[in-house]
């Protein structure tokens, strides 16, 4: 069953707005009034009507200038936008939702990293504990599957259950690298996890070999 994209605020807003300017509400040259006034209106943030204001600006409707508000430019560029808010809305409507799943991965993200680093802080503070938590290092040789891909691409946790809280790159380490972050050869993985989970990085990480003619 095919799921329903629900357009996000800013675009039904852009949408009705538009429609007011189309029908003649609005008026070319009329000034519309300051965000604030109609977050009210719309029940919604400031934010959000500045978001619609500037597709709508984008899209020649109204013209926004510092300062001084929102100004109606052309009634046939509302029509315009009408005519092909159907399409644009849902391409919209998608990007958003994916920038809000980016947006709650990192954030996913830099928790698990949080997490992972005091977990290593309390193991050096309290060395003497009877299970420390473990940290392993696996170099990434040339031929390695895992060059030039991203952490986020490798789904590096998922596949072997140990999370990367450094890479060391010649001279230079890179602590807790983000998502987006590349392996090269000759990185040095850092890791933290169970001992299966070592085993398992250095088995994702291995080149791959080549079978014999």
């Given at each position: 069953m095919k799921s329903t994209v629900v357009p996000s605020q800013y675009l039904q807003i852009a949408r009705d707005l538009a429609g007011r300017v189309a029908s003649g509400e609005l008026a070319e040259g009329?000034?519309?009034?300051?965000r604030s006034m109609m977050a009210s209106e719309y029940s919604v943030s400031p934010e959000t009507i500045r978001r619609a204001l500037r597709l709508l600006s984008d899209m020649?409707?109204?013209e926004v200038k510092p300062q001084s508000g929102a100004v109606v430019l052309s009634a046939d560029s509302?029509?315009?936008?009408?005519a092909s808010f159907g399409e644009t809305a849902e391409v919209h409507a998608l990007r958003a939702q994916l920038q809000e799943l980016l947006e709650q991965y990192a954030a996913l993200n830099r928790r698990t990293e949080e997490t992972v680093l005091a977990l290593?802080?309390?193991?050096?503070?309290?060395?003497?504990?009877?299970e420390p938590f473990p940290n392993y290092e696996v170099p990434v040789s040339d031929h390695s599957p895992v060059i030039g891909r991203s952490i986020s691409d490798l789904k590096f946790w998922q596949s072997?259950?140990?999370?990367?809280?450094?890479?060391?790159r010649g001279q230079t380490v890179i602590l807790?690298?983000?998502?987006?972050?590349?392996?090269?050869?000759?990185?040095?993985?850092?890791?933290?996890?169970?001992p299966a989970a070592a085993e398992a990085a250095h088995r994702f990480i291995a080149p791959v070999e080549k079978e014999e003619p």
């Open positions: 009329t000034k519309l009034y300051g020649k409707v109204v509302a029509r315009r936008y009408i290593l802080r309390a193991r050096e503070t309290f060395s003497s504990a009877k072997t259950g140990g999370t990367i809280v450094a890479i060391r807790s690298p983000g998502p987006y972050a590349q392996l090269y050869s000759g990185d040095v993985v850092i890791l933290v996890g169970t």
